[in-house]
């Protein structure tokens, strides 16, 4: 209900009460009403930073719905993203999808070659296939 100086204050001060609970929807669901108004403010790159937080808190938690709309916010601002779904997954070969599920569990290459019968060196070309589809740098990121 306010706006300005003290809509942006309460917004800040209900993720900073948030972040200390166990209510990870709702801090979620705080960072995308707060990145949909500092859009709404011409504020982008502070939107962006909001809404990407939003985007990956949801993505985590399976609320599709959210998902999209921080997505579609996020693209308003002119942030380039390729949405995380099910549809990537079917990408992957059969091999790309089981490498990327023994590299989440935390093998290494040469653990991963070891348990399908492949040289560390193609683990790290299917890994490297896989976070292209994904659009992902790191392993840290195949959750």
């Given at each position: 209900?306010?706006d300005?100086?003290?809509?942006?204050?309460?917004?800040?001060?209900?993720?900073?009460?948030?972040?200390?609970?166990?209510?990870?929807?709702?801090?979620?669901?705080?960072?995308?009403?707060?990145?949909?108004?500092?859009?709404?403010?011409?504020r982008?790159?502070?939107?962006?930073?909001?809404?990407?937080?939003?985007?990956?808190m949801?993505?985590?938690?399976?609320?599709?719905?959210?998902?999209?709309?921080?997505r579609?916010?996020?693209?308003?601002?002119?942030?380039?993203?390729?949405?995380?779904?099910?549809?990537?997954?079917?990408?992957?070969?059969?091999?790309?999808?089981?490498?990327?599920?023994l590299?989440?569990?935390?093998?290494?290459?040469?653990?991963?070659?070891?348990?399908?019968?492949?040289?560390?060196?193609?683990?790290?070309?299917?890994?490297?296939?896989?976070?292209?589809?994904?659009?992902?740098?790191?392993?840290?990121?195949?959750?």
């Amino acid at each position: 209900m306010s706006d300005g100086e003290t809509a942006d204050r309460l917004y800040r001060e209900a993720i900073e009460r948030l972040g200390r609970t166990r209510m990870r929807v709702d801090l979620a669901r705080a960072h995308l009403v707060y990145g949909e108004w500092l859009g709404r403010e011409q504020r982008r790159t502070d939107a962006r930073d909001q809404l990407r937080v939003a985007y990956e808190m949801l993505t985590a938690v399976g609320m599709e719905g959210f998902v999209d709309r921080a997505r579609r916010e996020l693209l308003a601002t002119g942030q380039t993203i390729r949405k995380r779904t099910v549809d990537i997954l079917a990408d992957l070969t059969a091999q790309g999808a089981q490498i990327a599920k023994l590299a989440r569990r935390g093998c290494t290459n040469q653990e991963i070659g070891g348990q399908l019968f492949i040289s560390p060196r193609t683990v790290e070309c299917h890994l490297g296939n896989v976070f292209a589809k994904m659009g992902i740098s790191s392993r840290k990121d195949l959750r």
